[in-house]
């Protein structure tokens, strides 16, 4: 068997393949801690990635709508102080968002918390008293509600010591929750500082970066991975964004419906309600539930109507505002959002439902425009799939008749 230079060559990086892969099998063990041991050293900046992707948005928004219009556009002063300034806006948007929401949040929650004993040592008893009323026609039932004797001094007692105990647990581990603590805070400073060096010189990286790819791969290859971050880019940016507005849509609609209803704990739940929101088709289901059993406490009747109320309203959220807003967005069909916050809350939680209707937008696409263009070579109807009529004759000269006259 001849060999030429070429074939001697990928046999040799076959075979140094092979052994590099027999070695990580082997020292599997080893291979898996020094990536735990890398992933720790970058993760400050796959962080600081993030913050900086997150805070883009509102950021090109504010550049877009101060700095490019018709006054300020082509303006050498505009443009020289229109990065500092919008990032300097959008960080003082989102601290203000933050600390609005706690200041509204944190003392309804307080009193909540409060109130929650009273509520619920004056609810069991009269809820105990509701069943037996309904039920007293039949003995078995009765006879097991009258034999539950739960004695609320106790219950409460119990959560009481409960969380003294893990108070106890958090005391005695102070000092690793203080280095916790401290390496937490260093982490997100680092992060933070990396994403502000990328919000002010992204241009100015993606033209690095640009020049690293065409210098390493083939022009073909460099293509194709820039058209696949700039729709990975585009995808992520338009969801996150859809997805904002639609919390916030909702939220204002239980608000309103909840205040002209004269509903407890009206602003508490509300704005739980868009948090969660924010957690793709399940997460405005999880503010409900702690919604529907803090009403319970109050007036299950009330509760009865919330819960009848939030089915109603997410329903025109569904139908109405979640396409227009969130689906239109990431161009992509419904049956595919449940899949990706599937496979997405099962690999990774509540971060994998949001990450994952992105990426598989863009595998959508990616898989789609393949799929148009074998169909296109193929002679096939992008719609249907069938085999394309030739055309006649007939057609022939009469298209050849236009064309000369």
């Known amino acids: 068997m001849n060999l030429d230079n070429e074939s001697i060559k990928k046999l040799r990086q076959l075979i140094l393949f092979t052994i590099v892969l027999l070695i990580a099998l082997w020292n599997y063990a080893?291979?898996?801690?020094?990536?735990?041991?890398?992933?720790?050293?970058?993760?400050?900046?796959?962080?600081?990635?993030?913050?900086?992707?997150v805070l883009n948005v509102p950021m090109s928004f504010l550049e877009e709508k101060i700095f490019r219009n018709r006054y300020l556009k082509g303006k050498k002063v505009a443009e020289r102080?229109?990065?500092?300034?919008?990032?300097?806006?959008?960080?003082?948007?989102?601290?203000?968002?933050?600390?609005?929401?706690?200041?509204?949040?944190?003392?309804?929650?307080?009193?909540?918390?409060?109130?929650?004993?009273?509520?619920?040592?004056?609810?069991?008893?009269?809820?105990?008293?509701?069943?037996?009323?309904?039920?007293?026609?039949?003995?078995?039932?009765?006879?097991?509600?009258?034999?539950?004797?739960?004695?609320?001094?106790?219950?409460?007692?119990?959560?009481?010591?409960?969380f003294q105990n893990g108070a106890g647990d958090v005391l005695n581990s102070t000092m690793s929750a203080i280095g916790s603590i401290v390496s937490g805070v260093a982490t997100f400073v680092i992060a933070f500082v990396f994403a502000c060096y990328v919000l002010l010189q992204k241009e100015k990286l993606r033209v690095q970066v640009t020049k690293v790819l065409y210098a390493f791969l083939p022009e073909k290859r460099v293509g194709w991975c820039l058209e696949v971050c700039s729709l990975t880019a585009k995808s992520f940016s338009s969801f996150l964004t859809g997805q904002c507005v639609e919390a916030l849509i909702l939220g204002m609609m239980f608000f309103i419906v909840m205040s002209i209803l004269n509903m407890p704990y009206t602003l508490l739940v509300a704005v739980l309600i868009a948090f969660t929101a924010l957690i793709p088709i399940f997460g405005a289901f999880i503010g409900c539930f702690i919604g529907a059993f803090l009403i319970l406490m109050v007036d299950p009747l009330q509760a009865l109507i919330f819960v009848i109320m939030f089915l109603i309203l997410q329903q025109i959220e569904g139908n109405l505002i979640y396409p227009k807003v969130v689906g239109a967005s990431v161009g992509l069909p419904s049956i595919w959002v449940l899949a990706a916050v599937t496979i997405g809350g099962n690999l990774l939680g509540i971060v994998g439902m949001l990450i994952f209707i992105p990426i598989v937008s863009v595998v959508y696409t990616l898989f789609r425009a393949s799929v148009y263009k074998r169909l296109k070579k193929k002679h096939r109807d992008l719609k249907t799939g069938r085999m394309e009529k030739p055309e006649s004759p007939v057609e022939n000269d009469a298209r050849g008749t236009t064309a000369k006259k």
């Open 30 to 53: 080893i291979i898996f801690e020094w990536i735990g041991v890398a992933f720790g050293i970058i993760f400050p900046f796959l962080l600081g990635g993030a913050i900086a992707f």
């Open 81 to 162: 102080l229109a990065r500092p300034v919008c990032l300097v806006l959008t960080i003082a948007i989102v601290i203000g968002v933050v600390v609005l929401v706690m200041f509204v949040v944190i003392p309804e929650l307080t009193t909540t918390v409060i109130s929650l004993g009273k509520t619920i040592r004056d609810f069991i008893p009269a809820a105990q008293r509701f069943l037996e009323d309904v039920f007293a026609d039949n003995s078995e039932i009765s006879k097991w509600l009258n034999g539950l004797n739960l004695n609320v001094d106790r219950i409460i007692e119990s959560a009481v010591a409960f």
